[in-house]
């Protein structure tokens, strides 16, 4: 994870085009490496719990082209933060960014409430 961390980080503060490609070049390979991790994890998973569990990626989940260094840095903070709930026995929460802080949020205080944007809003084009 620390490897990973640091190749995000030489992508983001690459200053030329050939350093970000090399940085990229880098991160894909570690990523490669820890595929069979994911799938490794996976099969404990199913093996412990007796349900189906399937491995996701989230730039084929989301079909919105290669993730950016911070999509990929957010989604391993929110991953991290997740497993070590499900570590500490926390259950019945999602986890959520707020800010620079990743929070638990109790699923009672989420489950079936609508967040609408408004209109008006600077995302609203």
């Given at each position: 994870?620390?490897?990973m961390q640091e190749a995000l980080e030489a992508i983001e503060?690459?200053?030329?085009?050939?350093?970000?490609?090399?940085?990229?070049?880098?991160?894909?390979?570690?990523?490669?490496?820890?595929?069979?991790?994911?799938?490794?994890?996976?099969?404990?998973?199913?093996?412990?719990?007796?349900?189906?569990?399937?491995?996701?990626?989230?730039?084929?989940?989301?079909?919105?082209?290669?993730?950016?260094?911070?999509?990929?840095?957010?989604?391993?903070?929110?991953?991290?933060?997740?497993?070590?709930?499900?570590?500490?026995?926390?259950?019945?929460?999602?986890?959520?960014?707020?800010?620079?802080?990743?929070?638990?949020?109790?699923?009672?205080?989420?489950?079936?409430?609508?967040?609408?944007?408004?209109?008006?809003?600077?995302?609203?084009?």
């Amino acid at each position: 994870a620390k490897a990973m961390q640091e190749a995000l980080e030489a992508i983001e503060s690459a200053k030329d085009k050939s350093t970000r490609k090399a940085a990229k070049k880098h991160l894909k390979a570690l990523e490669a490496s820890h595929n069979g991790n994911t799938v490794r994890l996976t099969r404990k998973l199913e093996e412990l719990t007796h349900l189906e569990s399937r491995v996701t990626i989230l730039g084929h989940v989301q079909r919105g082209g290669t993730p950016s260094p911070a999509d990929r840095l957010l989604a391993t903070r929110l991953g991290t933060a997740a497993a070590q709930l499900i570590h500490d026995g926390v259950y019945g929460v999602m986890v959520a960014a707020r800010g620079d802080d990743i929070e638990a949020i109790p699923l009672k205080e989420v489950a079936g409430k609508r967040k609408t944007v408004p209109p008006d809003h600077p995302w609203i084009e």
